[in-house]
């Protein structure tokens, strides 16, 4: 079946340590976004890249990073510069075609700093 | 001001009742309007679109209001298992997809 998969579930971070979120997905899908969610909150956009090797910043890319070296894949770093990184991440990807597609997500990384 | 604003409830229903969600938008240029749902501790799920004409999907209906900027969904004959929350997410380009806080329904029995 083709979808999203997030790795891992569930990620502690130490302080000072960067980490790496992973996100593959086999729709075909062009374009690709990671959003963070913090609890009663709505989802923010860190990053998203429209086609290989070219990606954009979201509304709070400061302290995280990507690469698209592939279309099915959109790896996300955290990085240590990033303050408050405990929060619930998720990718998403859509076809990069008109707006009436929306997002299909994947099942979202919790990420816990210790 | 916020892109997208939502009531965040709860809404506390019984079952079978009908219930209504509202959300606004600020910018005037919006394009694509969806209703997802998200369940307690799990990633979003496309519920519908929002199309200019209205749509349904069996008991959900959606509606957009261009000149008063504000989406709406409309759930009839409330089931347990629409306990969620509903995201409503709007779009200006094709680029950033704006997403509400959410509006919390509960389904009591």
């Known amino acids: 079946d083709g979808g999203i998969t997030q790795s891992p579930k569930y990620l502690f971070r130490k302080e000072g340590q960067n980490v790496t979120l992973s996100c593959e997905q086999n729709l075909n899908h062009d374009a690709m976004y990671w959003y963070r969610q913090d609890p009663g909150q709505g989802l923010r956009l860190i990053y998203y890249s429209q086609i290989v090797n070219d990606f954009q910043k979201g509304d709070i890319a400061e302290g995280y990073s990507v690469s698209r070296e592939k279309k099915e894949s959109f790896p996300l770093t955290v990085t240590s510069a990033q303050k408050n990184p405990t929060a619930f991440y998720l990718c998403?990807?859509?076809?990069?075609?008109?707006?009436?597609?929306?997002?299909?997500f994947g099942s979202g990384t919790r990420l816990t700093v210790v | 001001r916020k892109e997208v604003e939502q009531d965040p409830g709860p809404f506390n229903v019984p079952e079978g009742a009908t219930v209504a969600f509202n959300c606004t938008y600020s910018n005037s240029a919006s394009q694509s309007f969806f209703w997802y749902r998200q369940d307690c501790r799990k990633e979003p799920k496309l519920l519908m679109s929002?199309?200019?004409s209205g749509n349904e999907d069996g008991r959900f209906t959606a509606q957009l209001n261009r000149a008063s900027q504000y989406i709406s969904l409309l759930i009839r004959d409330s089931k347990l298992s629409d306990s969620a929350t509903y995201l409503c997410?709007?779009?200006?380009?094709?680029?950033?997809?704006?997403f509400g806080s959410g509006t919390k329904l509960n389904v009591k029995p």
């Open positions: 929002v199309y200019s």
């Open positions: 997410v709007v779009t200006p380009n094709f680029n950033k997809f704006y």
């Open positions: 998403a990807s859509r076809p990069n075609r008109d707006g009436i597609y929306g997002y299909t």
